[in-house]
């Protein structure tokens, strides 16, 4: 049971390159989320899906795009990365209001 | 609007002493209340919440946590602290009356180091 997944682990981007960032769960939820985590100021909200074909603005979505074409998947999505950027990213997956989180992505935008 | 408000980045506390990490929330209707903890290098995991009910709360590996309604306080405690509780904990909050999306706001977190 692998429960959350995020791919990759780890990137390093340039100033204006683009990346998808990959979230599937295996727990058939239909609540997924992105979050991103700096320090001094918890996780905030980037994105969200209630359902399949759904997606929703978090608190901070500028930047980013998302989609949720399959249940399972959530994909995170930068156009043009700026050094503003660099955080770790969390994909989390919801049930019974209780969050499931994926091990999370460390991205550098130089 | 909702918030959390964990005051303390830093907690020390020696080993088998007990320990609290704070949190203030702030809703405009009832809250439903959360703790999760963060180890080095790992996503977030559920500790335990306030739904409704017993203002005590237990959760998962001894801690508990205690909703005062009067003081917007939902503080994170445990008896006996053990040195692989050292951790990153956060507190987080919403409205009962949300929507489908149920968001949550979460503190900015509080780090817990037990001292051997």
């Known amino acids: 049971n692998a429960g959350v997944t995020q791919t990759p682990k780890f990137r390093v981007l340039k100033t204006g390159q683009s990346m998808t960032l990959l979230c599937a769960q295996d727990m058939n939820h239909e609540y997924m989320y992105w979050y991103r985590q700096d320090p001094g100021m918890g996780l905030r909200l980037i994105h969200y899906?209630?359902?399949?074909?759904?997606?929703a603005k978090g608190e901070v979505p500028d930047g980013y795009n998302v989609s949720r074409l399959k249940k399972q998947n959530f994909l995170l999505g930068l156009e043009s990365a700026a050094p503003s950027q660099t955080s770790v990213y969390f994909c989390?997956?919801?049930?019974?209001?209780?969050?499931?989180f994926g091990s999370g992505t460390q991205l550098s935008v130089l | 609007a909702q918030s959390v408000a964990q005051p303390e980045d830093q907690v020390n506390v020696a080993e088998g002493n007990p320990l609290t990490v704070k949190c203030t929330y702030s809703?405009?209707?009832?809250?439903?209340l959360f703790w999760y903890v963060q180890y080095p290098n790992r996503g977030l995991q559920f500790l335990l919440k306030?739904?409704?009910?017993?203002?005590l709360v237990k959760g998962s590996y001894g801690f508990e946590a205690e909703f005062n309604k009067s003081q917007t306080s939902f503080h994170l405690k445990k008896p006996s602290a053990l040195v692989s509780d050292s951790a990153l904990y956060f507190c987080a909050v919403r409205d009962s009356r949300g929507g489908s999306a149920r968001q949550l706001t979460f503190g900015s977190g509080t780090q817990l180091t037990v001292l051997p």
């Open positions: 809703v405009s209707g009832n809250p439903y």
């Open positions: 989390a997956s919801r049930k019974d209001e209780k969050l499931f």
């Open positions: 899906s209630v359902g399949e074909g759904t997606t």
């Open positions: 306030y739904i409704t009910g017993d203002n």
